[in-house]
Every structure is written in C-alpha cells, then in structure tokens.
C-alpha cells in the first residue's frame, strides 16, 4: 500500500515540478490559438478548458490505461516504475510538446509537423504511418466493444449486429463538428473513466479485504512465463507511460485551446491524469488476484478481468460502471481516431474540410478501410498496433526534438535534450522488440531454429546500437547547427 501511495504522490509531484520544467521549454505566451485565427466550425473551435482537458483524457485514455496496465501487472509491481517515470519525464512531455508543437503550427497534424523538421521522406512515413495506425486503433476499439455487448446479451444480438451499430457511431461522430457529439458526450464519459479509476483505488485503500505488494519486496520481474522486462513491458504499457496514438490525438485539441497557457492542463495534465488511472489498475490487478499466473489465467488485459476486478471492489454498483466503462471507454478513442485520420488524409491532401461533402468522402472510405482490417484476427492486429503505436511516439519525439533545437528564440540547445534521451530510449524500445518478437524478426530466428537467448541479445545489441546512432545523429546535427549558428551571429 505504502508504495502505491508514494507511486501516486509522485506522478502528482511531476505534474507541478517537472510540468512546469516541460512547460517553460515551450514559453506559452498571448499569441492567437487555432481555434481563434482559423474557428470554421467544425475541427477548429475554441472550448472551455475544463471541456477540452476531459475530451483529450478520454481521447488518449479509453481503455488503453486499463487493460495495458492490467497486461503489464502480469510482470508484477516492478510495473509502477515504468508507469511513473515513463509518464513523468517521457510520456507527459511527448503529449505537451506534441499538442504545443501543433497548436503554434495551425493545429497541424503530426505526420505534417514530422515533415517540417525531419524531412519530406519522414513525412511521406508518418502520413502513411499514421493513418494505417489509426484506423488499426478504430478497428480494435470497435470489435472489441461489439464482442462484449454480444456476451452481455448473451448471445441474443450478434457482434455483427453490434459491430454495424458501432460504425454507424463512429460514421456520424467522425465528421459532425467537435462539438455536437464529441464535445457533449466525452465530459460524461471522462467522469465515468475517473468514477472507475476512483472507486477501485478506494477499495484497495481502504476496505481492507485486499494485500497490496510493495514494490521493494517485489522488485523482481514476476511474469510466469520468463518473459524479459526489457522491451515487452514497455511495449506492454503503453496508455499510461507513453503512446504514440497520444501524438495523434494532441492536434485534435490543439485545434480547440483558447489559449497557449493551458498546454500544460490539458495536454501534460491528461497524460497525468491517464497514468494514475493506470497506476491504480496495475494495482488492482497485482492486488486482487493471488499471483500474476492466476492473472494471466484470467485473461490480464481483457474485458472479463475489468469486469471482475470492478465487481470484487465495489459489488453491484462497479459492475454497472464497468459494463460502461468497457463498452463506451474504447468507443470514444475509436470515433476519435477514425476522426484523426480524416484530419491527417485532409491535412495530406489540402482537402478543405468546412464542406460537409468533402467531410464525407474522407469518412467512408476510412469506414471501409477499417471493416476489412477488422476480418483480421483481433490478437494480431493488436499486437502489431501496439509496436507500431510506440513506433509513431519514437518519430513524435524525434521530431520535437528538431524543433526545439531549431527554433530561433532557443538560446540553450541542450533543453533539446529533454526530449531527445526519452527518444533514443524508445528508439532502444521499438528496435530491440521488432528483432525479438515473435510477431517480426523474432518469427524468422525461431523458424530456422535460432536459440532465444541468442537472438535475444542480438536484438538488445540491435537496440542499443540503434539508440546510440539515432542519438548520435542527433548531437551531430545539434552541433553543426550551433556551428552555423555562431557563424551567422
């Protein structure tokens, strides 16, 4: 118990220290938001703050904090380190640069903000990247909502049936102006996701039916089947420490801010926000099962285990918030992420979106793209989402880091840095899974027969090479533009 509390107070902590640290990097000032120099009506329209921080929480947030953090409980509470210190100096600071970077380039999407600072060929990438990413993210949270409903119906209505209902939503809520379903529906939505978070963490704290395990005791990696810390936890939670999926939805709310000096609310304050409830999943799911095998038994990151965790901690009434909270929670990232990728294709192909037509011709096939993907098995599809989510946060950061390099009121180079080691640190990530991994290179070692441990270390010398050279570059870069910099002073 001890260990989740000061977990906590530390994620609380980094808001107001290292925020505010983040935030002067960006020195948010007076200058005119998109949502005032553009406000056509429909994506670029000013909210209040206190709207537009519960839209961007459930945006990035959904289920991803859930499950992802139930997922990475099955290495045990070693898990509370990664949520609190990849969400405090990693992925808070990928959100806030990502929505400001955004915001003071018209509410530009990331795939155009990557072209800007690293090159007409990334940006071709991160186009490409992002709208396969997005429609990956709307097919997921739509056949898994659908599958539900069918259990909870028993069987009586078939996913089929659930899963058109669910896209009719999505087609409607993608090209409808912000805040005509989106701007009504996810302030309740978000209290929901929070209701969740606040009851589970009340029953663990105090009804005293349930053992939390120390960190300190339990300092070692505690997943049944061996698997290493190093890169699958990381890949593992993802919503909660750092998602690339985030760098996405930034724009959509960058679109929305009335003013600069609110970044730092909504932006770094969701991230916060997802990675307590994140924290008090991985403790719920460390907690309310008698070892991490019995989890992993359970399903870890899947629907049933929220919908027992929340039944065990608060009876009747969190069966009734679970039931809404993994039913609505992923659709509201679906229809946003199905609205992002209209954003980015509209972004990519300069497709005037005040039209309603224009809306509409970037929704259906979008809509399409994502009912064939979902013929797919939903376990590939999610493993493959999940690489290539952290993929896109490396590039997000990557590129932020290019920026504050760059910019011309930047007097210290080295505050590129704050963004540059949690990028080469991802870059380490993403590199060494794609070469374990059973669902990339890894498939190729284990067919010809190649020992794991063997390839392991291959992708852990792959990984480490790949961040070291990646860096590298970037420090070249870093002191020939300080070179060239001097010169023209």
Request: proline content about 3%; aromatic content about 12%.
């Amino acid at each position: 118990m001890i260990s989740f509390i000061i977990a906590l107070l530390l994620l609380i902590t980094g808001y107001f220290v290292w925020g505010r640290v983040t935030e002067k990097t960006f020195h948010p000032d007076e200058r005119v938001t998109p949502a005032l120099a553009v406000n056509d009506g429909v994506d670029y329209l000013p909210m209040p703050t206190w709207k537009v921080f519960l839209i961007e929480l459930l945006n990035i947030a959904g289920t991803g904090p859930i499950f992802g953090a139930l997922s990475g409980a099955v290495f045990g509470p070693v898990v509370y380190i990664w949520i609190i210190f990849g969400c405090i100096f990693i992925g808070a600071v990928h959100d806030y640069t990502c929505g400001m970077l955004s915001m003071r380039h018209n509410g530009a999407a990331v795939s155009e903000l990557t072209g800007l600072y690293l090159g007409k060929s990334m940006k071709q990438v991160m186009r490409v990247f992002s709208v396969i990413l997005l429609i990956m993210c709307g097919v997921v949270f739509t056949t898994g909502p659908a599958g539900l409903l069918t259990e909870l119906t028993k069987g009586t209505v078939s996913t089929t049936v659930f899963f058109v209902i669910i896209t009719v939503y999505y087609f409607i809520a993608t090209f409808v102006p912000i805040d005509k379903v989106i701007g009504r529906l996810y302030p309740l939505f978000g209290i929901c996701l929070i209701a969740m978070a606040v009851g589970v963490a009340g029953s663990l704290l105090f009804s005293g039916r349930f053992e939390m395990p120390e960190l300190w005791t339990n300092l070692t990696n505690q997943h049944p089947g061996g698997k290493a810390l190093f890169p699958f936890v990381f890949i593992t939670v993802a919503c909660g420490a750092v998602s690339g999926f985030h760098a996405t939805q930034a724009p959509m709310m960058a679109r929305c801010c009335k003013s600069e000096k609110v970044g730092r609310k909504v932006f770094y304050g969701a991230m916060i926000s997802e990675g307590i409830i994140a924290l008090v999943w991985a403790a719920a799911g460390v907690s309310c099962y008698d070892s991490t095998q019995a989890l992993l038994a359970a399903g870890a990151g899947c629907s049933a285990v929220v919908y027992a965790v929340c039944q065990t901690t608060m009876g009747k009434i969190g069966s009734i918030i679970a039931i809404i909270g993994v039913v609505v929670c992923p659709i509201s990232s679906g229809d946003t992420a199905y609205r992002s990728a209209r954003l980015t294709l509209a972004d990519w192909f300069k497709y005037d979106q005040s039209k309603l037509k224009n809306r509409i011709m970037l929704t259906i096939p979008l809509l399409a793209a994502g009912t064939v993907i979902s013929r797919l098995d939903y376990s590939v599809v999610w493993r493959y989402f999940s690489w290539s989510n952290q993929t896109l946060a490396t590039i997000a950061l990557w590129t932020v880091s290019v920026y504050l390099l760059t910019r011309k009121e930047t007097t210290n180079r080295s505050i590129a840095l704050m963004t540059a080691i949690p990028a080469a640190f991802m870059t380490a990530v993403v590199t060494t899974y794609f070469i374990v991994s059973t669902e990339c290179l890894g498939y190729f070692f284990e067919k010809f027969g190649v020992p794991y441990h063997t390839y392991f270390w291959i992708g852990l010398c792959g990984g480490l090479a790949g961040a070291l050279a990646a860096l590298s570059a970037f420090l070249i870069f870093a002191h020939r533009h300080q070179t060239h910099h001097d010169v023209i002073g």
